[in-house]
């Protein structure tokens, strides 16, 4: 599966973003999907997971209450809504793609994907 993310940019702290990833494919609902971000000298971080259906999803605690995953099976596309953004949620964000279902009760580790996209640059301004 191919993964094109999009939807970055510039923001103030407390605005909203809304960032897609568009996959390639016919088997685009048998993959968990993620989203990660790094910022500059940071390790790359899990954001957001969601399920095959959409119907789980499970956030990292800095973005919990702010952000939402969604998923469209019908357009292989995710969604990731950022509100109440802050300065510290600025990185690259990269959605990935995890073959079989989501298992474990949390994030998955980033090992555990497969496949990733470019990345699209997220920046808040205070």
């Known amino acids: 599966v191919q993964l094109q993310a999009s939807g970055g940019g510039l923001v103030q702290a407390g605005g909203s973003l809304r960032l897609s990833c568009a996959a390639s494919g016919r088997t685009f609902s048998m993959y968990v999907m993620g989203w990660f971000r790094q910022a500059p000298g940071k390790e790359r971080e899990s954001v957001a997971v969601?399920?095959?259906?959409?119907?789980?999803?499970f956030y990292a605690d800095s973005v919990k209450g702010r952000f939402t995953m969604s998923r469209d099976n019908a357009k292989n596309t995710v969604y990731l809504q950022m509100n109440s953004l802050k300065p510290e949620d600025t990185a690259v964000y990269y959605c990935?793609?995890?073959?079989?279902?989501?298992?474990?009760?949390?994030?998955?580790?980033?090992?555990?994907?497969?496949?990733w996209g470019q990345g699209t640059q997220v920046t808040v301004s205070s």
């Open positions: 969601i399920s095959w259906s959409g119907g789980t999803t």
């Open positions: 990935a793609a995890k073959w079989g279902p989501l298992s474990g009760g949390g994030l998955p580790a980033r090992s555990e994907y497969g496949y």
